[in-house]
């Protein structure tokens, strides 16, 4: 089982870093959770507290979301959303990165599908 760790989200946004899809398509492990990177681990840490106490952060979230999923309950993966973005904003910006790379109709179709999947998950968080 997968668990990415640390996720940068600007750098995700921005294709300095791959995203959650295409690493779990590289190593082919099934996903169960991922964490993004917080500042605020490191000095929960250094207080000898773990960070699952914060309740307000993405990092604790995120753990939390894997112990759940590990005792059996579904729960949906967080979404990568860009900072001081939104949800449309990350769609288009997306898409047009995808597209600069002159991919075929498949592989479009199929980036199509991944965020679709993505505006999906993000709709779940909302909700719950």
């Known amino acids: 089982m997968l668990i990415i760790n640390r996720i940068k ?3 995700m946004h921005d294709g300095q870093m791959m995203d ?3 690493i779990t398509r590289h190593l082919s ?3 169960i959770g991922i964490v993004f990177d917080d500042d ?3 000095g929960f840490s250094n207080k000898g507290e773990p960070i699952i106490l914060d309740e307000k952060s993405e990092a604790s979230k ?3 979301n ?3 999923r590990l005792e059996g309950e579904t729960i949906p993966l967080m979404t990568v959303l860009p ?3 939104n949800l449309y904003e990350k769609l288009f910006n997306d898409i047009e990165r995808k597209s600069r790379k002159c991919l075929p109709e498949k592989e ?3 980036q199509l599908k991944r965020i679709e999947v993505v505006f999906l998950n993000h709709i779940r968080e909302l909700v719950h």
């Open 108 to 110: 479009i179709i199929r």
């Open 62 to 64: 995120g753990y939390r």
């Open 83 to 85: 900072i001081n973005g």
């Open 29 to 31: 492990i099934k996903l």
């Open 9 to 11: 989200k600007k750098m």
């Open 20 to 22: 959650v899809d295409e």
């Open 40 to 42: 605020n681990v490191i």
């Open 66 to 68: 894997i112990a759940r």
